[in-house]
């Protein structure tokens, strides 16, 4: 063995707590040997994609930057349902193509190469263009980045299978998202420092651009994953799944009201971006004030996944109710801030229940995931989950027709659809059996 191995595999049993002796039962004795170095190779390409997803975010960056360069309001409120539609439908068409191949990784390496290329049109799109035209291209950017993004989901639960033993995968995840935090807060960081003098454009032009950067290294950190070859032949598509799971949707009334109550829950992330304009309306447009909004949403991605792991632990049910309205009471106060007292209209109160906003779209997806798994029955759960996917993706597309109107009804009355959608939500889940 040599000392990179021998380094690679200490650092390995250290943060993962591997002892003396690592179990492999689900990989291969090659595979295993390989671990510690594809380990490492999966969290740096991780880190590095979680902070580009923070840079140029659907519910943070990207709303702020349509409302510097002029868009309506409608647009930011596409954003958020073009990036979960477009992630979703995909997986329906490719999955069984994907598993057709015996090395998957390079369906995660390439669609990370063409989103860094959707970055790089939308990076000069800010550059260049304004108004209308800047927002139908910054939303085809997205579409195409989102379609990518679903593409290399279905890639990713593979390569992390067929590298990583079952038992680390979890640490793996977790790793990825605290390093991506930390690295989003230092991000926050630098844009808050940013020099006053330099036109505003321009730092927002290398936010974007410095995504796309990110995803080009994050590409080439993962294609160098040792992967070996896997089964070609055997897998269901998620199109048949759904064909099957509509049985259950007929026959299951607690599946039935844990579809509707997830796609109620939508209204957290659907509202962000409209958090985000009402924000750039308040408290200004400096870049500055955008760097604390960054800030706060690392904290929140680094702080609240471990709280949120124990209360769903405890009960998921509970939890879906607790974040239905924590988040109709965090949208009611948003909605209400332009006319709270002057004194406590800053960045920094703004910043707050943005952070609160963000914690609470990390808590409504761990619930939803957690009473999914529980609850499904083991031998139907691939059906289960393709179903509550497809109704999401649905979803979505409905709620980007409700952010449409916030063109003609206003920011705050479109707050107060999503809050009220919320506290139907809390109604419904409070429905659901305990699991």
């Not at 349902?81 to 490719?94: E, T």
């Not at 290294?217 to 160098?224: D, P, Y």
């Not at 800030?295 to 405890?314: C, E, Y």
Request: hydrophobic share 50%.
């Amino acid at each position: 063995m040599s000392k990179k191995e021998e380094l690679a595999g200490k650092a390995y049993e250290l943060i993962t707590d591997d002892g003396e002796l690592r179990v492999c039962e689900q990989i291969s004795e090659s595979a295993c040997k390989e671990t510690p170095f594809n380990f490492f190779k999966n969290i740096s390409s991780g880190a590095l994609s979680k902070l580009a997803e923070q840079l140029v975010s659907p519910g943070t960056t990207l709303p702020w930057i349509l409302s510097a360069l002029g868009v309506p309001n409608a647009f930011s409120g596409a954003l958020v349902p073009i990036k979960d539609a477009g992630s979703l439908l995909p997986q329906l068409f490719v999955s069984a193509k994907i598993r057709s191949y015996p090395l998957r990784k390079w369906f995660w390496v390439i669609p990370a190469w063409i989103q860094a290329l959707a970055l790089l049109g939308m990076a000069f799109t800010v550059l260049k263009m304004e108004g209308e035209t800047a927002g139908w291209l910054i939303l085809m950017f997205l579409a195409l980045f989102s379609c990518c993004s679903g593409l290399a989901s279905i890639a990713f639960k593979d390569v992390a299978a067929k590298t990583i033993p079952k038992g680390k995968r979890g640490q793996m995840l977790g790793l990825r998202a605290t390093l991506g935090g930390l690295f989003t807060l230092l991000a926050g960081g630098i844009i808050l420092a940013d020099l006053p003098e330099i036109n505003d454009r321009n730092p927002l032009f290398i936010l974007v651009l410095s995504g796309s950067v990110l995803w080009v290294i994050s590409g080439f950190i993962f294609s160098l994953i040792t992967e070996e070859k896997g089964a070609t032949s055997g897998g269901r598509t998620p199109a048949a799944e759904i064909k099957t799971a509509w049985k259950f949707w007929k026959e299951d009334a607690n599946l039935r009201k844990f579809i509707i109550s997830r796609g109620l829950l939508m209204a957290i992330p659907l509202a962000q971006p409209f958090f985000v304009i009402l924000g750039k309306e308040e408290i200004g447009s400096e870049v500055s004030h955008l760097g604390i909004m960054v800030i706060a949403a690392g904290i929140a991605n680094v702080i609240s996944s471990p709280f949120w792991g124990r209360f769903a632990d405890k009960s998921s049910k509970k939890m879906m109710v607790f974040i239905a309205l924590l988040g109709a009471i965090n949208i009611l106060l948003m909605s209400l801030f332009p006319v709270w007292p002057e004194k406590l209209q800053n960045v920094y109160v703004f910043a707050f229940l943005f952070l609160v906003q963000v914690m609470a779209h990390g808590g409504a997806r761990l619930s939803r995931k957690t009473y999914l798994v529980d609850f499904a029955p083991k031998d139907e759960r691939p059906s289960y989950v393709s179903l509550a996917n497809t109704a999401i993706g649905i979803f979505t597309l409905i709620g980007a027709g409700l952010g449409a109107l916030a063109g003609i009804i206003g920011v705050q009355i479109t707050l107060w659809v999503f809050a009220g959608l919320l506290l139907l939500g809390s109604g419904v889940s409070i429905r659901l059996k305990e699991v």
